[in-house]
T-cell receptor
Framework: DVKVTQSSRYLVKRTGEKVFLECVQDMDHENMFWYRQDPGLGLRLIYFSYDVKMKEKGDIPEGYSVSREKKERFSLILESASTNQTSMYLC?????????????FGPGTRLTVL | AQKITQTQPGMFVQEKEAVTLDCTYDTSDQSYGLFWYKQPSSGEMIFLIYQGSYDEQNATEGRYSLNFQKARKSANLVISASQLGDSAMYFCAMSPNAGNMLTFGGGTRLMVKP
């Protein structure tokens, strides 16, 4: 079974704090993704990575950065958390094959910024 | 750019009845993939079904089928014989042929009544 894990299910941080969200996958997938999910907006892509040390901006990268030092791990960083970054964050991974290959999602991290 | 529209924010269905969740899309790509995911209250995204734009047959997976109408750019999910466990958020998504990036719709919350 493909497994994608995220470091926390729930996280509460204060405005201005630096926040790290960790994601690990155990299927040797090349691609990894970070989304945020907000009611009515579905999932929106923040960043993705198709290889170690490679990253690409998604639709809403502002206020976020990412790190991929190892193939299995993809970190999302909020340099200075703000209240409008309160959201559910979902990590996903997929092999680098054709688009028929689905993405496999982690359980999500619900982040609250006070 | 790709766009997915789910026009039903919430729907009720009686247990054991069939239900159709609507999804329309917009893309200039000739080749693309369409996905449906289920997200129960636990938060994890569960892959349900996939349809390739060149697939001649509509996709089916158990109680799930995808009513794909390419000319209308619609990819509706049909759930037959609804069960209480089908109560969840459902997301339609699409990817271009060139990669695994997904664009999501806003989601539909399905509630199954006993």
């Amino acid at each position: 079974d493909v497994k994608v894990t995220q470091s926390s299910r729930y996280l509460v941080k204060r405005t201005g704090e630096k926040v790290f969200l960790e994601c690990v996958q155990d299927m040797d997938h090349e691609n990894m993704f970070w989304y945020r999910q907000d009611p009515g907006l579905g999932l929106r892509l923040i960043y993705f990575s198709y290889d170690v040390k490679m990253k690409e901006k998604g639709d809403i990268p502002e206020g976020y950065s990412v790190s991929r030092e190892k193939k299995e791990r993809f970190s999302l960083i909020l340099e200075s958390a703000s209240t409008n970054q309160t959201s559910m964050y979902l990590c996903a991974s997929s092999p680098s094959g054709p688009s028929r290959d689905t993405q496999y999602f982690g359980p999500g991290t619900r982040l609250t910024v006070l | 750019a790709q766009k997915i529209t789910q026009t039903q924010p919430g729907m009720f269905v009686q247990e054991k009845e069939a239900v159709t969740l609507d999804c329309t899309y917009d893309t200039s790509d000739q080749s693309y993939g369409l996905f449906w995911y289920k997200q129960p209250s636990s938060g994890e995204m569960i892959f349900l079904i996939y349809q390739g734009s060149y697939d001649e047959q509509n996709a089916t997976e158990g109680r799930y089928s995808l009513n794909f109408q390419k000319a209308r750019k619609s990819a509706n999910l049909v759930i037959s014989a609804s069960q209480l466990g089908d109560s969840a958020m459902y997301f339609c998504a699409m990817s271009p042929n060139a990669g695994n990036m997904l664009t999501f719709g806003g989601g539909t919350r399905l509630m199954v009544k006993p």
